[in-house]
């Protein structure tokens, strides 16, 4: 089979949202990007039809959007910001509210369906004639020889060998890069499945994300654009996850609307059932020569507090940065110093992140009356600090 050579200045390995967010970011410096993915185009030929994944998109992330020139794209369909949170403790009377007007806010965040966020950013990327595309890929190694990484790969019946100083794999949880380069991984069973779906109510959502922490797992309710629908977030343990994916929709819109409380009402519609494992995965390396990982590739957590894409995101950002301004210097590689600040920083702050869902995970789960009562009064008293809030969504 014949062996055909090319070179790229950057080559990025995953084209989901994350992917497609660090080669817009990277496009205007007018170096070559190679996007490679395993998977089909992410041409969405429907967009009215919606989608059952969602995010939580945090101010932060919007901000990283808004300079791309894609956020209002983004949110020209089905759009949903919500303006409100409210967190409760299913077991006392702790309970905490955000309001984006007592913080000075527009809003705290938006709900977004996964397809427009893509088909958003795959837009603005086919318009960068410097960004080339491979679709359909089936990976087969990756080596440094001297000082450029060497990527082989099946495209069409032909073997191709892509060279570059710098690798990112942005290709998800079960990362080919991260496995290819031997980058030593953390990983632990959070003990629960996280099940989501749509669901129409009785009441109106009024635009707030509610959240409730029970004992076997926490239940969030996230506002869509249609003001009796939401989507919602299900984590507990495997065997009541199971049971919920199989029973009947009575049932199951019975147990809903029970285990929130009945703060919406009754469930009068439901969407289908979805589900998956929770692990939490942490990478020891975040970078090595020539190569560098971002999103859920490094890093995936529990959804409590809905930050997984979030946190990929501002990997994408502070990555994306340091690169632009190695090649600001006219330097035509990206040097492991600049690697290591980005891992410095990055491994800092989602490590934090990992650790406090855990901790709440923990937290929230214990019956000991003790810790309960702790728990609600740190709810409480964190109610009424607003700069303690403010800190919270600053991000």
Request: glycine share 8%; aromatic share 8%.
């Amino acid at each position: 089979m014949d062996l055909e050579k090319d070179h790229y200045d950057i080559i990025i390995v995953g084209a989901g949202i994350v992917g497609l967010t660090l080669a817009l970011r990277l496009a205007d410096s007018g170096r070559r990007i190679a996007l490679i993915d395993q998977g089909q185009p992410c041409e969405i030929k429907d967009l009215n039809q919606a989608d059952h994944r969602v995010s939580a998109i945090t101010r932060g992330s919007m901000r990283l959007f808004e300079r791309l020139g894609v956020w209002d794209q983004m949110i020209a369909q089905r759009a949903s910001p919500f303006n409100a949170m409210q967190v409760w403790d299913a077991c006392g009377s702790g309970q905490i509210h955000f309001d984006s007007a007592s913080l000075g806010f527009s809003e705290l965040g938006y709900i977004l369906e996964n397809k427009l966020i893509l088909a958003a950013l795959w837009q603005s990327v086919k318009t960068k004639s410097n960004v080339f595309c491979f679709w359909n890929i089936k990976l087969q190694a990756l080596q440094m020889i001297e000082d450029r990484q060497q990527l082989h790969m099946d495209c069409e019946g032909k073997t191709l060998c892509l060279e570059t100083p710098l690798v990112i794999g942005a290709d998800g949880a079960h990362s080919w890069v991260r496995e290819a380069a031997g980058i030593e991984l953390k990983e632990r069973e959070y003990d629960h499945s996280a099940l989501i779906c749509s669901v129409k109510t009785e009441k109106v959502h009024e635009k707030t994300a509610r959240q409730r922490f029970m004992p076997q797992g926490p239940l969030a309710f996230l506002p869509l654009s249609e003001e009796r629908t939401s989507s919602i977030v299900w984590s507990s343990e495997p065997k009541q996850i199971a049971h919920l994916m199989h029973c009947s929709e009575a049932e199951f819109c019975e147990a809903l609307a029970q285990g929130f409380d009945h703060r919406l009402g009754a469930i009068i519609e439901l969407g289908p059932r979805y589900c998956f494992p929770l692990k939490m995965r942490h990478v020891k390396n975040y970078v090595q020569a020539g190569l560098a990982l971002v999103g859920d590739a490094a890093h995936t957590l529990h959804p409590l507090a809905g930050q997984g894409l979030n946190l990929g995101l501002a990997d994408v950002a502070l990555l994306g940065d340091l690169i632009l301004e190695e090649y600001a210097h006219k330097q035509t590689r990206i040097s492991y110093r600049s690697l290591r600040r980005y891992e410095r920083t990055r491994k800092t702050e989602n490590a934090v992140m990992i650790s406090l869902m855990g901790g709440f995970q923990n937290l929230f789960g214990t019956q000991i009356p003790g810790l309960i009562w702790l728990r609600n009064r740190g709810l409480n008293l964190t109610d009424r600090l607003p700069f303690a809030k403010n800190l919270i969504l600053q991000k």
